[in-house]
Each structure stands twice: as structure tokens, then as C-alpha cells.
């Protein structure tokens, strides 16, 4: 029966194979409920937690819709680190030592089989060449350089030495990254093992701080060196006192600590915020580190990972009360009040008195004018709004981040989340 129908061998292999797959692979909600052993935590002012807010609600039209189309649920991991300075910068940590209810401590490297995950970082620029003209578009503007990264901390096989893995997938020809803007604003997903190619100029690669510093172009590459050194033990103390626990670089940070200490105290981490304001880390020369993260705001969500074939797929979603944003219809003057860790978004009318490439202002008679933004598109030019026209707009309120805290008040917004009115006269 077998050697009659050679297509049909095929079929039944491929269906054996998938049941196979699928009897290793399983999917867990992670919620503020049942963290299903992760836990989060901030330094310096950071912020994060599973939410259904944050910028993809008004930087898109679905927030949740991968680019892909995976459907990511009501929410996500959400990280965001301010603009604070210091010694120690603000960062946000995501760690898990446990993988189906055994510790990760042990696990070779080169029995990892999997780790992929969707990320999104804003589009909200952080900064730019001359903060008089940041609205003209004509001037280099700065984002993150790098998404919420991926790191593991693993030690040699006979315990002696410790050392991170980063996964930098961001920018082949430079380490830090790059600050373009190409691929915010998208929900893209990263296989770190078996890489994807997400995006242009996005590569597969790994990097160690050392010593010795070194780049991998590839999982493999990172495995051919370092496949048996196992994930390490979670500590409890922070180095001070004698354990890896702590979200410092070295011993002039606060708290003090060491390239190979993680602030969860735990083997695997999504992490994102420079661990001293200047440092050393790629380079022989030090950089103003702080710089790349300043200003962050993005999110993780189902990350997968795989141990010898055997899957979990972590789904990051909200509490099970947790409601969307409301879009609340305000004067400009109340919108202005707002403030910027506010969850609920506000809903504007005005009439159009000022326009460039990437902005508008929003003059409603209350006594204030809004500025809008909008975020700029390689391709489409997205400010449809002229001078004397009506228009309604929604989106998030805040002060213009590289701007006087007393500055104007700006609503982040997108063409989608525009509608034009009726003049006046002609209603």
C-alpha cells in the first residue's frame, strides 16, 4: 500500500510530523493574574507593565495586528524610559528562569532551539539636530537605536567565567544600531536562532561585551564558541553583597554592578535602556550610551522559546480589567491638562493656523492652539491638513519631549485618526 502511492506516504509523513510539532509546542498567557514566572523590573524612573495602551493605539489603525497579521491579543509588554539622566540611566527589564516549571540554570546554549518574538518600537522622534525647526522634517531626527533587546547570561562550563549575549538584529554595518526611524511604528517579528530578515538592513546577529568584546554574525556562530556554556542560576543578592542582582554597569553606577549582573537577577531577559550614561560597550572608546535609549517607548509580545525541540509561547496581555483607551472629545484648552502617562486619549476640533511637512496647529477659540504631529512616511507625505480648514484629530497628549516642560502642548496622531469638517461658512 505504501509503495503504490508515494504521494500519500508524503502526506501522512507531513501530518505526523506536524501533530509531533504540535504536541511539543504550547501557548501561555501571561497577564498580571499569572505571570507564568516572569517578573518585571524598573530602574530610575523606567516604567513597565502588560497593558492595552501605549503608542501603537494612535500610531496605528489596529494596535494588536501585527504586520504580519498576527492577531496579538488586547495588549502587550510595554516599556518606557523618559528622557532622565545620570549615572545610571533609566531601564526596564523583562526576566524568566523557569521553562516548563524547571529552571532554565544549566541549559547548554546549543540546546536552545528557539527565540523569536514580535517588538515594536514607537515612532515618536527623541530628539533632533536643532530643536527650533523640529517640525520642518528638514533636520536628522533620533530614535532608539535598537529595539527591546533579548539578552542571556550564561557561564562557562567549568563556572569560572560569565558573560551576556545580546541579540542586535538592527543595522548590519553598525553595532549600536541606527536611528533612522525605518522600522518603528511596525509590529515585526525577530527569530533570533533561524533569523527572519524583518526588515532592510536587519541581520542575525549576537554580540558579548567580553572580555573578550565580540560580534556573531548568526546563532550558529554564537554556538560554534560558547554552545556549552549553560544559562545561569538565578540570584537573589545584589553584587554588593556577593550576587548577580542588579541593573548597574560597574561600581560607579547606582546601584553598583557588572556588565554580567541583570536587574531581575535572572538567566533570560528582555531588557532595554543603557546601564550607564557613558561606557565602553562596543567600542574601545566610550559613548554617550544613555543617548540611545532616551526617550523609549515599546513593547514585546508572544515570545516564543524552544529547548531541544520543545516550545512555549508566552502570549503578554493585560489585566483581565484591564479597558482599552477611551477617546475622549475635549477643547484644546482641556486637552492641554492632560498629562502624558494618562491611558485615555483625547479627541480635538479646531481650525488649521499653521502647517509644515510634518505638523499642524489646531486653533479651537478655547485659548490655546495644539500642535499636531504627524509621523513622517518614507513613501506618503501624511499631513493632508491646509491652513483655514476644519479638521477633528485624535491621539495623545503631551509636551513636546526636547522642549520646556511649560512648552506647547502636542497631540501625536496619524492620517488615519484624522477627519476633515465642513467650514464654517459652508455648513
Request: charged share 20%; proline share 7%; net charge positive.
Amino acid at each position: 500500500m505504501v509503495q503504490k502511492s508515494s504521494g500519500g506516504t508524503m502526506l501522512l509523513a507531513t501530518v505526523v510530523v506536524a501533530v509531533a510539532a504540535h504536541a511539543n509546542a504550547a501557548v501561555v498567557t501571561v497577564s498580571p493574574e499569572c505571570m507564568q514566572g516572569w517578573v518585571i523590573v524598573t530602574n530610575k524612573g523606567a516604567a513597565a507593565n502588560l497593558v492595552t495602551y501605549g503608542p501603537a493605539v494612535y500610531e496605528r489603525e489596529k494596535a494588536f495586528i501585527a504586520d504580519d497579521g498576527t492577531d496579538l491579543g488586547k495588549g502587550a509588554y510595554y516599556a518606557s524610559l523618559g528622557f532622565e539622566t545620570g549615572a545610571a540611566p533609566p531601564s526596564a527589564w523583562l526576566g524568566l528562569d523557569t521553562f516548563g516549571g524547571q529552571p532554565l540554570a544549566g541549559t547548554a546554549l546549543k540546546r536552545i532551539t528557539s527565540l523569536e518574538y514580535y517588538a515594536y518600537n514607537a515612532h515618536i522622534p527623541v530628539g533632533t539636530a536643532n530643536p527650533k525647526h523640529w517640525s520642518s522634517w528638514k533636520l536628522w531626527w533620533t530614535y532608539p537605536r535598537q529595539l527591546i533587546q533579548l539578552q542571556l547570561t550564561a557561564q562557562s562550563p567549568d563556572g569560572k567565567q560569565r558573560k551576556q549575549f545580546w541579540f542586535m538584529p538592527w543595522q548590519k554595518r553598525k553595532l549600536r544600531g541606527e536611528n533612522c526611524g525605518r522600522h518603528c511604528k511596525k509590529w515585526l517579528r525577530y527569530d533570533a536562532i533561524n533569523f527572519n530578515n524583518p526588515g532592510p538592513n536587519m541581520c542575525g546577529r549576537w554580540f558579548t561585551f567580553g572580555p573578550p568584546r565580540q560580534e556573531f554574525a548568526s546563532w550558529a556562530d554564537l554556538i560554534k564558541a560558547y554552545g556549552d556554556w549553560t544559562l545561569v542560576a538565578s540570584s537573589t543578592v545584589g553584587l554588593a553583597d556577593g550576587g548577580w542582582k542588579s541593573a548597574g554597569w560597574d561600581d560607579t553606577t547606582d546601584p553598583v554592578g557588572a556588565p554580567a549582573c541583570t536587574a531581575t537577577g535572572r538567566c533570560l531577559n528582555f531588557v532595554v535602556g543603557a546601564r550607564k550614561e557613558y561606557a565602553a560597550v562596543f567600542e574601545p572608546e566610550a559613548i554617550r550610551w544613555a543617548n540611545d535609549y532616551s526617550g523609549f517607548k515599546g513593547y514585546i509580545d508572544r515570545f516564543t522559546l524552544g529547548i531541544d525541540g520543545k516550545t512555549v509561547t508566552y502570549n503578554f496581555e493585560p489585566a483581565a480589567t484591564a479597558r482599552p483607551p477611551g477617546i475622549i472629545e475635549l477643547s484644546n484648552k482641556q486637552a492641554a491638562k492632560m498629562g502624558p502617562d494618562a491611558n485615555d486619549l483625547a479627541k480635538i476640533t479646531g481650525t488649521v493656523v499653521e502647517r509644515t511637512g510634518a505638523m499642524f496647529a489646531l486653533d479651537d477659540g478655547s485659548g490655546c492652539v495644539v500642535v499636531g504631529f504627524l509621523y513622517k512616511d518614507i513613501k506618503t507625505l501624511e499631513n493632508p491638513a491646509t491652513i483655514g480648514e476644519r479638521w477633528s484629530v485624535w491621539g495623545h497628549m503631551e509636551r513636546i519631549p526636547f522642549e520646556p516642560v511649560d512648552g506647547p502642548p502636542l497631540i501625536w496622531t496619524s492620517r488615519t485618526h484624522m477627519t476633515k469638517l465642513p467650514s464654517p461658512q459652508n455648513r
